[in-house]
């Protein structure tokens, strides 16, 4: 079983989103998936619930209740952990002890970035990270690919002490996909297929240990 926890300490970066679909592409590929929705505001909860009865559906558990652990079954194969927003290292520290990998969505503007600077920081200290037992990725996320504000945050990104691990752009669908409990990979048109090459680093990131 791996356990992937997508973080950042500023909202609205699109962590739920990210994580939903990091879980749906496990489901899709035949894994035994969970999400567990550590956000007080629940919508990666909802999500998983509107999509129950696909057959790739995902189990959604609440992180917010330290129990959630218990109610994971056993034969788990794939668990996506969408933290709660604001949240720094010192309050994460029980998914971090236990997370294969750490996911950080980063939006392309100053305030998204300072934001993500102490975030990032704050996972530095955290033993396991110190010590390179647990590794953390970057995504830039929301791009506009060819405006200078999303090359300059590229480039600041790519300068940082963890990897940049993946460029998503910045799409309407991810919004209209969230709110019908469904993601990129639950689709195979040549338009959603271009959007699903700007995962395509990120999960082999994710999978190469």
């Known amino acids: 079983m791996k356990t992937w926890l997508v973080a950042c300490s500023k909202g609205g970066v699109g962590k739920t989103t990210v994580a939903t679909h990091l879980a749906a592409e496990a489901a899709v590929a035949g894994l035994r998936t969970a999400l567990v929705d550590a956000d007080p505001q629940h919508s990666a909860f909802r999500w998983c619930e509107r999509r129950a009865d696909m057959a790739s559906a995902v189990l959604p558990l609440d992180g917010t209740r330290k129990s959630w652990r218990k109610q994971l079954p056993d034969d ?3 668990v996506v952990v969408d933290a709660p927003a604001g949240a720094m290292e010192k309050e994460l ?3 971090l002890d236990t997370a294969d990998a750490v996911i950080v969505p980063i939006q392309p503007s100053a305030l998204d970035i300072e934001a993500a600077v102490r975030f990032v920081e704050s996972l530095g200290k955290h033993p396991r990270v110190r010590k390179g037992k647990l590794r953390v990725g970057l995504v830039a996320n929301r791009l506009k690919p060819h405006t200078n504000a999303s090359q300059q945050a590229l480039e600041i990104l790519r300068s940082w002490p963890f990897p940049l691990v993946a460029q998503l752009r910045d799409s309407q669908a991810y ?3 969230t709110g019908l409990g469904k993601s990129l990979f639950d689709y195979h048109s040549a338009q959603v297929r271009e959007h699903q090459a ?3 680093p990120l999960l082999h990131w994710l999978k190469k240990d």
Do not use: A, S
Request: glycine residues 0%; without cysteine.
């Open 76 to 78: 788990t194969q794939r």
């Open 93 to 95: 520290e029980d998914f």
């Open 175 to 177: 919004v209209v996909l």
């Open 198 to 200: 700007d995962w395509v």
